[in-house]
T-cell receptor, first 110, second 115 residues
Framework: EDQVTQSPEALRLQEGESSSLNCSYT??????LFWYRQDPGKGPEFLFT???AGEEKEKERLKATLTKKESFLHITAPKPEDSATYLC???????????FGTGTRLKVLA | NAGVTQTPKFQVLKTGQSMTLQCAQD?????MSWYRQDPGMGLRLIHY???????DQGEVPNGYNVSRSTTEDFPLRLLSAAPSQTSVYFC??????????????FGSGTRLTVV
C-alpha cells in the first residue's frame, strides 16, 4: 500500500538553530514528491517539487532533497516566521493519486 | 488577486441538512479537486475534475457530490450531513492532473461542523 510518513510530528527550534524534517515514502512508482507549507487557518502553499533521487531545490532558508526512500526539508538558521506545518505529498505513476503525509508542526522561538 | 476562492469560511449544519461548498478559480486551471483535512490524518481526496463536464471519485467520496459546468467553478454538495463530515474542506486547482512544477493552489478552506 502506498504510504507517506512524516517525522517528527512536532519540532521546536530556537531562532538560528538549523534542523531537518523527514518524509519517508513507500509507493509503487514515484512520479513526484511535493513539499507544502501550511499556516494556521489557511490552505497549504506549494514550496517544491522533486522528481528523482539526488535532486535538490532551495528557496530562501529551505532546501529539499530526495533519495529513493525519503525526502528531507532542511531549514537553515530558521526565523519565527518559518513557524508552520510542513506537508509532504507524493504522486504515483499511472494514477491520479496524490498522497499527503500528516505533516510536521514547526515552531521557531525568538 | 488570482487564486482559489472558497465560500463560506465557516458553517454549522444540523445532521441531515444539505449544503453546497463553493469553489472558484481564476487561473484557467483544468484540474480541480476537493480535499478534507482531519486532525492526525493527511489531506484526503474527495472528488476531482480534469475539466468542465468531467468528474471522478477520490479516496473518500461517500456522502458528497460534485459537478463541473465551467472551468472556473467546482462546487461540493453534502447530500445529508453527518457528524463524521465535520472537517476542514479545501479546494485545490492546478494546470494539470499531476501538478508538476507548480504544485496545487489551495483555497483558504471551509471549516464545517455538523451537530
Amino acid at each position: 500500500e502506498d504510504q507517506v510518513t512524516q517525522s517528527p510530528e512536532a519540532l521546536r527550534l530556537q531562532e538560528g538553530e538549523s534542523s531537518s524534517l523527514n518524509c519517508s515514502y513507500t509507493v509503487s512508482g514515484l512520479r513526484g514528491l511535493f513539499w507544502y507549507r501550511q499556516d494556521p487557518g489557511k490552505g497549504p502553499e506549494f514550496l517544491f517539487t522533486l522528481y528523482s533521487a539526488g535532486e535538490e531545490k532551495e528557496k530562501e532558508r529551505l532546501k529539499a532533497t530526495l533519495t529513493k526512500k525519503e525526502s528531507f526539508l532542511h531549514i537553515t538558521a530558521p526565523k519565527p516566521e518559518d513557524s508552520a506545518t510542513y506537508l509532504c505529498a507524493v504522486s504515483t505513476s499511472g494514477t491520479y493519486k496524490y498522497i499527503f503525509g500528516t505533516g510536521t508542526r514547526l515552531k521557531v522561538l525568538a | 488577486n488570482a487564486g482559489v476562492t472558497q465560500t463560506p469560511k465557516f458553517q454549522v449544519l444540523k445532521t441531515g441538512q444539505s449544503m453546497t461548498l463553493q469553489c472558484a478559480q481564476d487561473m484557467n486551471h483544468e484540474y480541480m479537486s476537493w480535499y478534507r483535512q482531519d486532525p492526525g490524518m493527511g489531506l484526503r481526496l474527495i472528488h476531482y475534475s480534469v475539466g468542465a463536464g468531467i468528474t471522478d471519485q477520490g479516496e473518500v467520496p461517500n456522502g458528497y457530490n460534485v459537478s463541473r459546468s465551467t472551468t472556473e467553478d467546482f462546487p461540493l454538495r453534502l447530500l445529508s450531513a453527518a457528524p463524521s463530515q465535520t472537517s476542514v474542506y479545501f479546494c485545490a486547482s492546478s494546470y494539470s492532473l499531476m501538478a508538476g512544477e507548480y504544485g496545487y493552489t489551495f483555497g483558504s478552506g471551509t471549516r464545517l461542523t455538523v451537530v
